[in-house]
């Protein structure tokens, strides 16, 4: 089994930056898929954006594309999520999760079986 752990949360303004990193050890990280999913709030949780296994494809939500980027180091066995122009909707516990497969990337959250322990993001004036 993989063990996720998330970093880089924290309290930005509104324009600001953060970048979220999430260290896999435990399991072979380049076989998965990742993503990262987020919980504002009393909403449940939503897909925000993920990657194929190689990092060649990636997909987001339409809410963040082009102002999140999604990577992965499977030599570091780590998951990035560099967020800019980020606004108060962003706020919200960010997790990430290691896909079934190689492949899917997307909105069904039941299709990830390995979750971290989520690191928080506040954006607010």
């Known amino acids: 089994e993989v063990q996720l752990v998330e970093s880089g949360g924290g309290s930005v303004q509104p324009g600001g930056s953060l970048r979220l990193s999430c260290a896999a050890s435990?399991?072979?990280?380049?076989?998965?898929?990742m993503s990262w999913v987020r919980q504002a709030p009393g909403k449940g949780p939503g897909w925000v954006s993920g990657?194929?296994?190689?990092?060649?494809?990636?997909k987001y939500a339409g809410s963040v594309k082009g102002r999140f980027t999604i990577s992965r180091d499977n030599a570091k066995n780590t998951l990035s999520l560099q967020m800019n122009s980020l606004k108060p909707e962003d706020t919200a516990v960010y997790y990430c999760a290691k896909g079934a497969d190689s492949e899917y990337v997307g909105p069904l959250l039941t299709e990830y079986d390995n979750w971290g322990q989520g690191t928080q993001v506040t954006i607010s004036s």
């Open positions: 990657v194929e296994s190689g990092g060649g494809s990636t």
């Open positions: 435990g399991s072979t990280f380049s076989n998965y898929a």
